[in-house]
C-alpha cells in the first residue's frame, strides 16, 4: 500500500506530465502557424512521449491499488518570440521536471517505499535524455539563428525525429 502523501505525490506528477503534453501541443501549433513543420513534427513527437510518461505514472498507481486524481491542467502560453525561444522554454521545462522527478526520488526514499523509487529510475534517466534532447535543439538553433538557409535545413532535419517508447515499464 501506498502512503497518502506519496500517492498524492505521485497523483501532482501525473498532472505535471500531462501539462508538459498541453505545453509541447501548444508548440507544435506556433510551430505550424509559422509554417516549421519540421520544429512541430518535434514536438508532437514530444506531445506523445509525455503522454506516455502519463501513462505509465497512472498504470502504476492502478497496480499498487492507489487513487487515481485528475486533476485540472494549467493553460499554457501560445506563442513564443522565435523558435529558439520556444525551444528555450522547452529546455527550461524539462529541468523542472527533471527537478519534480528528483524530489517525488527523494519522497519515495524517505517514506521507505522502495518499489515506488525503483519505478522511478526510469525517469530519472529519461529526464537526463529529454535535457539532452531539448538542449541539442537550443545550440543547433543558436548556430542557425540570423542564417534563414541553416534554419531551413534544421527545420527539415529535426522532422525526422520519431517518438520514442519505453519497451517496459521498469526499463
Ligand atoms: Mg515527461
Same mark, same amino acid.
Given at each position: 500500500m501506498m502512503k497518502a502523501d506519496l500517492q498524492k505525490a505521485f497523483n501532482k506528477q501525473i498532472n505535471e506530465e500531462l501539462y508538459? =503534453? *498541453?505545453? *509541447?501541443?501548444?508548440?507544435?501549433n506556433y510551430f505550424e502557424a509559422a509554417n516549421l513543420k519540421g520544429f512541430a513534427a518535434w514536438m508532437k513527437a514530444?506531445?506523445?512521449e509525455?503522454?506516455?510518461?502519463a501513462s505509465k505514472f497512472?498504470? *502504476?498507481l492502478h497496480e499498487r491499488g492507489a487513487d487515481v486524481k485528475l486533476a485540472a491542467i494549467a493553460e499554457?502560453? =501560445?506563442?513564443?518570440?522565435?523558435?529558439? =525561444?520556444?525551444f528555450e522554454a522547452a529546455y527550461r521545462h524539462e529541468c523542472h521536471i527533471s527537478?519534480?522527478?528528483n524530489k517525488l526520488y527523494?519522497?519515495?526514499?524517505? =517514506?521507505d517505499d522502495h518499489a515506488a523509487a525503483s519505478f522511478l529510475i526510469w525517469f530519472i534517466n529519461e529526464q537526463v535524455e529529454e535535457e539532452a534532447a531539448a538542449d541539442e535543439a537550443v545550440q543547433q538553433l543558436k548556430l542557425a539563428e540570423g542564417a534563414p538557409g541553416a534554419m531551413f535545413m534544421l527545420n527539415?532535419?529535426?522532422?525526422?525525429?520519431?517518438p520514442t517508447f519505453p519497451t517496459t515499464t521498469s526499463a
Open positions: 508538459s =503534453a *498541453y505545453l *509541447y501541443a501548444a508548440m507544435v514530444q506531445v506523445v509525455e503522454l506516455n510518461h497512472i498504470a *502504476y499554457p502560453a =501560445a506563442t513564443w518570440k522565435s523558435p529558439l =525561444a520556444a527537478d519534480c522527478i527523494s519522497a519515495a526514499t524517505k =517514506a527539415r532535419e529535426m522532422g525526422a525525429r520519431q
